[in-house]
Structures are given as structure tokens and as C-alpha cells.
């Protein structure tokens, strides 16, 4: 309380990094809890004025020792484990090891249920693109306002995953051969009313917030993520689409039933994060294709293979690697076997962490509000990040 | 209060009732005394009724964001130790009490003096500025030759407790937002002013209720002579509103408090009643200006159409005071917010020059006040388009390069 009394630790929260040529650097540790770090993440900047010239990325304060638990626990009760990977699009974690799991076991997957899982996988890209549009604007600065209406989407969609799954978020939905409960006719209807209603929605919002100049301003030119950056480092998703690079593994690997279901992919020319944002927008009108064909088409029969094994489950010994286009990226999952009952190793490539990894080259340069929204463009979920 | 211009006895009864409130409360003294006795009531009723003003504008606030975003606010508080609810009305009660029993933490190592004057010294100084607002055709608290200029010198002086409060809590946050908010007053300090000016030269008085008494009249009848009823007066008066919100912080100006950059920016280390000082500082400062601009360009106390006089003119005022405070909480709801840079860049190369032509245009329009009837089409087309020409120049420079794109598929 003495202001004459040599600063201690808590009071050299103004502590100045010494910089011979540039003057007084401000150190800010932004994080790891602050408004806009989308979890337990923390963002060491230093700061010249208001400009960045130095970022450090801090994580690991949610890791949760995934992997280990992974290779300790049998493959089906991994299953609920991969809900809390990204915890906004459990549907695709589910898929994305369900894949793995059948590569290395050999498992058939019935049509119904490779039809339902492209349904859910679209729905849940359609949850965390809506979501990433409200966080980002949100971090814009809007109030709230547009996070409000993309949350009254996303909890429609949610209401359906809770209908159809018994949980929100943590779906915990598919099986080892096809999913875990066969979809109602009624759910159904509540799905084509929701992907009816959909395109309106956004209709709205890009009506709302899509032209607005101080949008355009915040948003283009800033984190500018070159192609060639972006394919060395690993980048995936609508992060790497935004950028220019036409990978989707939706058409790369055309797992599923994909190659059935005609979409297109939007790429950007910039790579800033107007595009990226742009990018997300129009990846959910596709998806809203896909899902009217999807649903159009739905097959009968059964959803899960009756050969499928749940107990006792051990595949023969061998490796595989199961991925897919999750809505942040190539969610995927590599597991090796020795025939036991557990895996012997057992990896997730988690796109939220590859695709932070460029943080530093996107913000240096900008300022601490941009390195903000930059982060919120880049779509991180710590659960993921952090394992 | 001084005795306005206006005869007193002319009015209404309505219209008088607060005047008639005050002596009645004052008649029992001694003539010497009632000059100071009549101030320090003045000064009261404007305590109290914008003290209430803004508990009712939080509340407000919140509701009207939350109709905005489809969500109803604040509805569970209501009258305390009963079951009616009244739609939230208590909340304004319960935030009150939640932040007078929180601590006040001061952290260790701030300047505990600087930090606590900060929150003071801004509610003071947004509290001065009330005082040469006219409220009503015979409300006008201090009568002001400079009161225009006295507000002004009021109210730049709070960004000055701003860089105190972010200067005094020793905290990185606070720092930063402090230096934004010194960035934000010089830049909107002037095209706020040069906004004003057009107003002071047309209506040749630097007195509140001069430039209320230079808006009388009607147009064709029914026109009110509002200056924001002119090209010119248009013009200054977006101008107005778009440098009143920067500098009383508002979105999409908020940058000293951004809540997505800086956690709370100069506020962040302030907690319990410190905290609610500067809530109400800003709610007042923000009433302030929208007052300000309700009489620089609305036509102060007047009412809008003639057969409306019967209406008492502190009633228009308040009403015209809310509207405009709606609008700003209008903008809150809608709009993201500037970067510091663009922020500093649309106050320097949009407002300014814009304001700067305005000035011309409101001169030339002065020295045309004598046209007849038949020029008077050529006087308002010439100046729109002197307002508009400008706008749209200007604005394209400053949007140059933004533009929704359109994108390829693969």
C-alpha cells in the first residue's frame, strides 16, 4: 500500500521489458483467464505501444492426460473420453475414432448409419460454425448481440443431439459398425424443420453483421496466413481453405458416404480473417446441402452392423489411422493393437492445436485488439488443444 | 436559479409547478437567504431526479440489449420482501446494495490516493456539467453567458479521472486503456467542439437557452425551427452523436474499457462502491451530452408541433432526452468495435474535415438567412448537397479497400 516501498512481485505488474532499441516493451499476460482467451489460454505479448512484437502461447492448464487414459481403458469406453475432446462437436470426435476403430478392426458400417453420421457430422459443423461466428463478434466487440442469436441456433441444434443422444454436448452416439440408437421418424422431421428454418437464420445474420464497416475494417487484412505458412505448418479446415488451399478431406478421402453428396468447397484469396470467418459462413449453406440430400436419401435398414462386436472387443494386432474433416480441421485418431482389450497406443491429432501453432506469425505486428479476434478466428476449443 | 427570460406568470400552471414547489418549500426564509437556499435546492433536484435517471437507465439498458438479442433481461427483482416482480424494477435496488456491501480492494502497489480520487473526481466533474442545461422554458440552473463552453470544460476535464483511475491501479490493463482513452479524448474533444460551433454562429449566443431561444418558430406551421431540421444542423448533429459517444466511451468507442481486449480496462482493478462511481459517472456523462444534444440541436425544451404547448416543456425535454438515449443504447446493441487506429483515423480524416466544411456550410447559410421565398429551394439543395458532397468523399476514403468479397468454389 506504500507507494515509496519498492515494488514486490504483485506490484511489478508494470514491470517493463528493457529493449536497447526500441525503448520500454509492456510484457502482458493475457490470460489464462481473460474474457476473450476461450478457455484456461494464455497469451504471453509483448508489446510495443499497443503493436505486438512478441506472442507466446501458454497451454496445458486443461490437460487431462487423454491419450494415457486412452491406452489404459478398452476402446469402447474411449469412446465418451473423445466427447471431451472438442467438446462443442462431439459428433465428429465420436466419428473420427469410430473410423480409426473400424480401419484397424475391419468393421463393415451399415448405410443407414454411415447416412446418419454425415447428418450429424453436418449438423455439428453447422453448431460450431454458428458458434465461432457469435464467439467472433463477440470478441469484436458487438455486446453480445450476435452471440445471442447464433446461441439460439445452436441450442436448437443441441435440443436434437439431447433428443436423439440423452446428453447436449456429450453425445457419446457412435459404436464401433454404425451408431448407438437408431433415429426416430419424428426426430427426423425435427431435423428438416431445423435445416428448413436454417438458411433464414443466416439469411439474418449475414444481413445483420456481414456488411458492417467496422467488421470489414476489424477484419480484413488482419492475421493474414499465407498458403505456403499455412500448409507447412500443418493447418487444416476452414483455416487452411481460407487461405486458399482447396483440401477438404470430405472430397481427399471421401470417407463415408461423402463421394455421394454433391457440395462445394468455398475457398478464400486472402487468408485474413475476414475470410476465414466468410469461409465458415459459406461451408454452412454446403453443409445445409448435404443435409437435405442426406435426408432425402436416408435408407432403412440397420443402424448398427449385427456382426459388430461391443464386448469383448480386440482387434487383431496392427495399426490404423482414422480421420476426418471435423468442423475445425483433421480430427483424427491413431491407434496401434497388439490384441488386447485396450489399445497399445493411442494418438488424437487434434486440428485446435495444429492450427494454433501459427498464432505468433498471424498477430506480430497487430494490435492487442487483433490478436484477439485473430485467436477467435482461428476456432480453438482447450479441451482439445490441451488433451 | 436565476429568473430566466421568460415572464414567469405567462406560463401555465404545470409548467410552473416546480418553480411554485421550490418557493413554497423556501418561503418560510428570509429574503437573504433564499438565493442559497434556491441553489442548494436546484442542486438537489438535479441529484436526485438523474441519481434515480440513472438507476432506471442500467436497468433500461439491460432490458433493451436483451430485447435486442431475444433474451428478457433482468425480470426477478422486484419490490424487496414481497412476491411482485414489476418486470425487474428492483434491479437497479439490488445492483445498488450488491455493490455497496462488495470490498473495496485497493491492489498492492497501486497509488491508493490517485485510485481513490479517480471514481470522485469523475463523478464531479459529470455532475457539473448539469448545471447549465435548460431543462425547462424556466428550469435553467445556472445561467451561463459561456455555458456551452463551461459544459465543455466540464466534461473534457473527466477523461482526465479516466488516466487517473488507469494510471493509479498500477495494472497493465488499466495502463493501456488509460492511454487509449487520453488517444480518444484529444481525437473526439475537436470534432465534438467544431460540431458545436455551426450551432453557436447561427444562433450568435454561447448560452444554452439562447441557442434554445434561437430554435423558436415554425416553419409552414407546423416545422419546427430545430437545427437539426437544416442540412447543416443534420450534419452536426451525426457528427455530435458520433464523437458524444466516443467521449463518453461508449460502444462502438468503448476502447478504455473493451471488455474482449482489456478485461475491464481502467476499471478492472476498481471493486464495491469505487466501482459504482464510475458507473454512475459515465451513465451521467453519457445524460449530459444527450441533454446537451437534445438542446444544441432538438430544440431543447420546445415542443415539436404547436397545438402541443399545453404539454409542459421539462416533459419534452425529458422525453427527447430519453429517445436520444435509447438510440444510444440502440447502438450498443448493434455495432462492433474500432481499433484505437481507426478510431484515431475516423475522428481525424472523416469528422474533423467534415465538421470543418460544416462550418462553412452553416456560415453560408447564415449569410442567406435574408433570401426570399422563391430562392429558398436553390439555398436548402445548395447546402445538402455542400453536407452530402463532402460525406460521401470523405467516407469512401475512409472505407477504401473494405468491401464484402465474393469467393470461388472448389
Same mark, same amino acid.
Not at chain 2, 75 to 87: I, K, Q, V
Not at chain 2, 222 to 230: G, M, Q, S
Given at each position: 500500500m506504500n507507494p515509496a516501498a519498492p515494488p514486490s512481485r504483485a506490484g511489478a505488474s508494470v514491470r517493463a521489458v528493457q529493449d536497447p532499441f526500441h525503448g520500454d516493451l509492456l510484457e502482458v499476460?493475457? @490470460?489464462?483467464? /481473460?474474457?476473450?482467451?476461450?478457455?484456461v489460454f494464455r497469451m504471453i505479448a509483448t508489446l510495443d505501444g499497443e503493436r505486438i512484437v512478441r506472442l507466446k502461447p501458454v497451454f @496445458?492448464?486443461? /490437460?487431462?492426460n487423454h491419450e494415457k487414459l486412452g491406452e489404459s481403458t478398452s476402446y469402447l469406453a474411449s469412446m465418451p473420453y473423445?466427447?471431451?475432446?472438442?467438446y462443442l462437436n462431439s459428433m465428429t470426435n465420436n466419428w473420427a475414432y469410430a473410423l480409426a476403430v473400424e480401419k484397424l478392426a475391419g468393421q463393415a458400417v451399415p448405410e443407414r448409419a454411415e447416412h446418419v453420421r454425415i447428418l450429424l457430422a453436418e449438423l455439428t459443423r453447422l453448431l460450431n460454425h454458428t458458434c465461432l461466428a457469435g464467439f467472433l463478434l463477440q470478441d469484436t466487440g458487438c455486446s453480445g448481440t450476435p452471440l445471442m442469436y447464433a446461441f439460439r441456433e445452436r441450442e436448437a441444434i443441441l435440443d436434437l443431439f439431447e433428443a436423439l443422444?440423452?446428453?447436449?454436448?456429450?453425445?457419446?452416439?457412435?459404436?464401433?459398425?454404425?451408431?448407438r440408437v437408431d433415429p426416430s421418424p419424428a426426430w427426423m422431421e425435427a431435423v428438416s424443420a431445423l435445416v428448413g428454418r436454417y438458411d433464414r437464420f443466416l439469411d439474418e445474420y449475414e444481413e445483420l453483421i456481414t456488411g458492417n464497416e467496422i467488421l470489414l475494417a476489424r477484419t480484413q487484412g488482419v492475421g493474414v496466413l499465407p498458403a505456403a505458412l499455412a500448409i507447412n505448418a500443418g493447418i487444416t479446415g476452414p483455416m487452411l481453405r481460407a487461405s486458399?488451399?482447396?483440401?477438404?478431406l470430405r472430397r481427399?478421402?471421401?470417407?463415408?458416404?461423402?463421394?455421394?453428396f454433391p457440395f462445394r468447397i468455398p475457398l478464400g484469396d486472402h487468408g485474413d480473417t475476414y475470410d476465414r470467418y466468410m469461409v465458415r459462413m459459406l461451408e454452412m449453406r454446403e453443409s445445409l446441402g448435404i443435409l437435405r440430400a442426406v435426408l432425402r436419401d436416408l435408407p432403412g435398414g440397420?443402424?448398427?452392423?449385427?456382426?459388430?462386436?461391443?464386448?469383448g472387443f480386440r482387434p487383431k494386432p496392427g495399426e490404423a489411422y482414422g480421420r476426418i474433416e471435423g468442423p475445425k480441421g483433421e480430427i483424427g485418431f491413431y491407434l496401434v493393437s497388439d490384441?488386447?482389450?485396450?489399445?497399445?497406443r493411442y494418438r488424437v491429432r487434434p486440428p485446435s492445436l495444429i492450427n494454433l501453432t501459427v498464432l505468433e506469425d498471424l498477430c506480430l505486428g497487430h494490435t492487442v485488439a487483433d490478436a484477439v479476434i485473430i485467436l477467435g478466428s482461428i476456432d480453438i476449443v482447450l479441451g482439445e488443444v490441451d488433451r | 436559479m436565476n429568473p430566466p427570460?421568460?415572464?414567469?406568470?405567462?406560463?401555465?400552471l404545470l409548467e410552473r409547478l416546480p418553480l411554485l414547489a421550490r418557493d413554497a418549500l423556501t418561503s418560510g426564509l428570509p429574503e437573504p437567504w433564499r438565493w442559497v437556499s434556491n441553489s442548494l435546492l436546484a442542486i438537489l433536484a438535479i441529484i436526485v431526479v438523474f441519481s434515480s435517471l440513472f438507476a432506471l437507465l442500467t436497468l433500461a439498458e439491460r432490458k433493451v440489449l436483451a430485447r435486442v438479442q431475444n433474451r428478457p433481461g433482468p425480470?426477478?427483482?422486484?419490490?424487496?420482501?414481497?412476491?411482485?416482480?414489476?418486470?425487474?424494477?428492483g434491479q437497479p435496488l439490488a445492483d445498488g446494495i450488491k455493490m455497496l456491501t462488495k470490498e473495496d480492494i485497493v491492489p498492492r502497489g497501486a497509488d491508493p490516493v490517485l485510485h481513490f480520487l479517480a471514481p470522485v473526481v469523475l463523478l464531479a466533474l459529470s455532475l457539473l456539467?448539469?448545471?447549465?442545461?435548460?431543462?425547462?422554458r424556466l428550469l435553467v440552473p445556472v445561467e451561463l453567458e459561456a455555458g456551452v463552453l463551461y459544459f465543455f470544460a466540464a466534461g473534457a476535464a473527466t477523461e482526465l479521472a479516466l488516466f487517473m483511475a488507469g494510471w493509479a491501479s498500477r495494472n497493465k490493463y488499466s495502463l493501456l486503456a488509460a492511454m487509449r482513452a487520453l488517444a480518444q479524448l484529444i481525437s473526439y474533444e475537436l470534432p465534438l467542439l467544431l460540431a458545436v460551433v455551426p450551432v453557436v454562429l447561427l444562433a450568435g449566443s454561447l448560452s444554452t437557452s439562447g441557442i434554445v431561444a434561437a430554435q423558436a418558430g415554425w416553419d409552414l406551421g407546423?416545422?419546427?425551427?430545430?437545427?437539426?431540421?437544416?442540412p447543416w444542423g443534420f450534419a452536426s448533429f451525426l457528427i455530435f452523436l458520433t464523437a458524444a459517444l466516443a467521449e463518453s466511451n461508449?460502444?462502438?468507442?468503448d476502447l478504455p474499457e473493451a471488455e474482449s481486449e482489456l478485461?475491464?480496462?481502467?476499471?478492472?482493478e476498481y471493486s464495491g462502491f469505487k466501482y459504482a462511481l464510475f458507473f454512475m459517472a459515465e451513465y451521467l456523462g453519457m445524460t449530459a451530452l444527450a441533454g446537451l444534444g437534445v438542446t444544441l440541436f432538438?430544440?431543447?425544451?420546445?415542443?415539436?408541433?404547436?397545438?402541443?404547448?399545453?404539454?409542459?416543456?421539462y416533459a419534452w425535454f425529458g422525453l427527447k432526452l430519453l429517445a436520444l438515449l435509447f438510440v444510444f443504447i440502440w447502438i450498443r446493441a448493434t455495432f462492433p468495435r474500432l481499433r484505437i487506429d481507426q478510431l484515431t483515423r475516423l475522428a481525424w480524416k472523416f469528422l474533423v474535415p467534415l465538421a470543418l466544411l460544416n462550418l462553412g456550410t452553416a456560415a453560408l447559410w447564415a449569410l442567406t438567412a435574408g433570401w426570399g421565398p422563391a430562392l429558398q429551394p436553390l439555398r436548402w439543395l445548395g447546402a445538402t448537397a455542400l453536407v452530402a458532397g463532402p460525406f460521401v468523399l470523405l467516407g469512401r476514403g475512409l472505407t477504401a479497400g473494405l468491401r464484402p468479397r465474393t469467393y470461388r468454389f472448389a
Open positions: 499476460s493475457m @490470460g489464462p483467464h /481473460h474474457p476473450s482467451t476461450h478457455g @496445458g492448464y486443461l /490437460h487431462r473423445t466427447d471431451r475432446l472438442d443422444s440423452g446428453s447436449r454436448m456429450m453425445c457419446n452416439f457412435q459404436r464401433f459398425g454404425g451408431c486458399g488451399v482447396n483440401h477438404d481427399v478421402d471421401g470417407y463415408g458416404l461423402y463421394p455421394r440397420p443402424i448398427i452392423d449385427p456382426k459388430a462386436k461391443l464386448r490384441g488386447g482389450p485396450n489399445p497399445y | 427570460a421568460a415572464d414567469p406568470l405567462s406560463a401555465g425480470n426477478r427483482a422486484g419490490l424487496p420482501l414481497t412476491r411482485f416482480r414489476l418486470g425487474g424494477l456539467t448539469f448545471a447549465v442545461l435548460p431543462y425547462g407546423f416545422l419546427p425551427r430545430w437545427f437539426v431540421l437544416t461508449r460502444s462502438p468507442f478485461i475491464a480496462g481502467h476499471l478492472t432538438l430544440g431543447g425544451w420546445r415542443e415539436p408541433l404547436p397545438f402541443l404547448e399545453f404539454v409542459p416543456s
